[in-house]
């Protein structure tokens, strides 16, 4: 495996300035800037570090439990007439694709010298990935996670805390994911010195929508490799994902972006619909503005004023769209569709029974647009399950009929 870091030739990559086409940068307040100067400084020098790429390479191999199998799903391809196949990040070590960025971070941090892990999350998935790699490295972590989530999200809560980190609640605004990046932030201007924050998707200032999605490019490295052999083509018609932040998008697309004969289908929440007020559908409902440091698309009022998202799932209950998928939006190369609340448990519900794979509500909204598409049986398609369903078994079984 290696890192993707000779990209600069793609205009749909970051370029030198920190922007994806007209999004990103660093919108920053003065006390984070040697921070993150530190971190644009240095990223890509140490990315590029072949003992950091063998050390990266062996934690995802040997513990991580990559690669990921790219699994043929035979009953849903009947169903659906195409060629569908799942990328299994549920199979993942803590049962999602946060893990793959996780490593990465933490590997980096050791490098840069700090002793105090902070994070974000919204479903519960990043901060049990970083309270993981926290453990491994005897880092002290801190995870914010809106008191909203914590009460959804309990099973994740107990992992967290079994795995030595500090849960700490976010009761402002929503009490999501927004408020939670909000309180990490914080902590992150308190404490500059001995800090490193771990975001956890392909959001925040300069570099780290960039870097992160650097190391989740991973998985389109795999599919890429798997298709080849199980196909004899690297590349798919459709890859299918969903997006909150977007970070297992980002890594599903990475390495077909320039590949205009594959399409790039991105999902977002819907929630109870799109105009009905209680939804997290950023391209459509979304304008320019600023969140959590960067440019991006962005839900909001007249006035400017963040509005609340909603979606059945946690992780993609976020009001903007890291910059890269904002530039994908914008320059047309990814459609952006959205699944409803109950979209997603169908779905959920209907790969459980066609496949015996519980997928993450998350997941389940990539997988409730394939309804949507006008697939051909020759055609092949990709859809990237990015975590595993046991963290919303509360919330399938309060719905089941």
Same mark, same amino acid.
């Given at each position: 495996?290696?890192?993707?870091?000779?990209?600069?030739?793609?205009?749909?990559? =970051?370029?030198?300035?920190?922007?994806?086409?007209?999004?990103?940068?660093?919108?920053?307040?003065?006390?984070?800037?040697?921070?993150?100067?530190?971190?644009? @400084?240095?990223?890509? @020098?140490?990315?590029?570090?072949?003992?950091?790429?063998?050390?990266?390479?062996?934690?995802?191999?040997?513990? =991580?439990?990559?690669?990921?199998?790219?699994?043929?799903?035979?009953?849903?391809?009947?169903?659906?007439?195409?060629?569908?196949?799942? /990328?299994?990040?549920?199979?993942?070590?803590?049962?999602?694709?946060?893990?793959?960025?996780? !490593?990465?971070?933490?590997?980096?941090?050791?490098?840069?010298?700090?002793?105090?892990?902070?994070?974000? &999350?919204?479903?519960?998935?990043?901060?049990?990935?970083?309270?993981?790699?926290?453990?491994?490295?005897?880092?002290?972590?801190?995870?914010?996670?809106?008191?909203?989530?914590?009460?959804?999200?309990?099973?994740?809560? #107990?992992?967290?805390?079994?795995?030595?980190? &500090?849960?700490?609640?976010?009761?402002?605004?929503? /009490? &999501?994911?927004?408020?939670?990046?909000?309180?990490? !932030?914080?902590?992150?201007?308190?404490?500059?010195?001995?800090?490193?924050?771990?975001?956890?998707?392909?959001?925040?200032?300069?570099?780290?929508?960039?870097?992160?999605?650097?190391?989740?490019?991973? !998985?389109?490295?795999?599919?890429? /490799? @798997?298709?080849?052999?199980?196909?004899?083509?690297?590349?798919?018609?459709?890859?299918?994902?969903?997006?909150?932040?977007?970070?297992?998008? #980002?890594?599903?697309?990475?390495?077909?972006?320039?590949?205009?004969?594959?399409?790039?289908?991105?999902?977002?929440?819907?929630?109870?619909?799109?105009?009905?007020?209680?939804? #997290?559908?950023?391209?459509?409902?979304?304008?320019?503005?600023?969140?959590?440091?960067?440019?991006?698309?962005?839900?909001?009022?007249?006035?400017?004023?963040?509005?609340?998202?909603?979606?059945?799932?946690?992780?993609?209950?976020?009001?903007?769209?890291?910059?890269?998928? $904002?530039?994908?939006?914008?320059?047309?190369?990814?459609?952006?569709?959205?699944?409803?609340?109950?979209? $997603?448990?169908?779905?959920?519900?209907?790969?459980?029974?066609?496949?015996?794979?519980?997928?993450?509500?998350?997941?389940?909204? $990539?997988?409730?647009?394939?309804?949507?598409?006008?697939?051909?049986?020759?055609?092949?398609? =990709?859809?990237?399950?990015?975590?595993?369903?046991?963290?919303?078994?509360?919330?399938? !079984? /309060?719905?089941?009929?």
């Amino acid at each position: 495996m290696n890192i993707a870091v000779n990209t600069s030739q793609s205009k749909y990559h =970051v370029n030198e300035k920190g922007y994806f086409g007209n999004f990103g940068g660093a919108y920053i307040p003065e006390m984070l800037y040697p921070n993150v100067e530190e971190l644009r @400084q240095q990223y890509m @020098q140490i990315l590029a570090d072949p003992s950091f790429q063998a050390e990266f390479d062996q934690l995802l191999r040997d513990y =991580v439990g990559r690669p990921s199998p790219l699994y043929f799903a035979s009953r849903l391809s009947q169903k659906y007439g195409a060629q569908i196949y799942l /990328k299994r990040e549920d199979l993942n070590h803590t049962g999602a694709h946060k893990i793959n960025n996780t !490593i990465g971070q933490i590997l980096l941090a050791k490098r840069l010298g700090k002793k105090r892990i902070i994070a974000e &999350t919204g479903a519960g998935q990043h901060g049990v990935a970083t309270a993981t790699v926290c453990a491994l490295m005897g880092l002290e972590c801190i995870v914010y996670m809106g008191s909203v989530d914590i009460q959804r999200q309990a099973p994740n809560v #107990a992992r967290m805390q079994m795995l030595g980190a &500090t849960v700490v609640p976010a009761t402002s605004g929503s /009490k &999501t994911l927004k408020d939670a990046t909000n309180e990490a !932030i914080r902590d992150w201007i308190n404490n500059p010195v001995d800090t490193h924050y771990i975001i956890g998707s392909v959001v925040g200032p300069h570099p780290y929508p960039d870097m992160v999605a650097r190391f989740q490019s991973v !998985i389109s490295e795999e599919i890429r /490799k @798997q298709l080849l052999e199980k196909t004899g083509k690297e590349t798919p018609t459709y890859v299918i994902a969903c997006v909150g932040g977007g970070s297992n998008a #980002a890594g599903a697309f990475f390495h077909f972006t320039d590949d205009i004969d594959v399409e790039l289908i991105a999902v977002e929440a819907a929630g109870k619909g799109v105009h009905s007020g209680f939804s #997290a559908a950023t391209s459509q409902l979304g304008r320019p503005g600023v969140i959590h440091a960067s440019k991006t698309l962005l839900m909001q009022t007249d006035d400017g004023q963040i509005v609340e998202p909603h979606s059945i799932s946690a992780g993609l209950d976020y009001p903007g769209v890291g910059p890269f998928h $904002a530039h994908l939006y914008e320059s047309g190369r990814a459609v952006f569709l959205n699944s409803t609340d109950n979209e $997603a448990l169908a779905a959920g519900y209907e790969l459980s029974l066609l496949e015996g794979i519980i997928p993450a509500l998350e997941s389940a909204h $990539a997988l409730a647009k394939l309804t949507d598409l006008p697939l051909k049986k020759d055609e092949v398609v =990709v859809v990237c399950l990015s975590g595993r369903g046991d963290k919303d078994l509360e919330t399938y !079984i /309060k719905h089941l009929k």
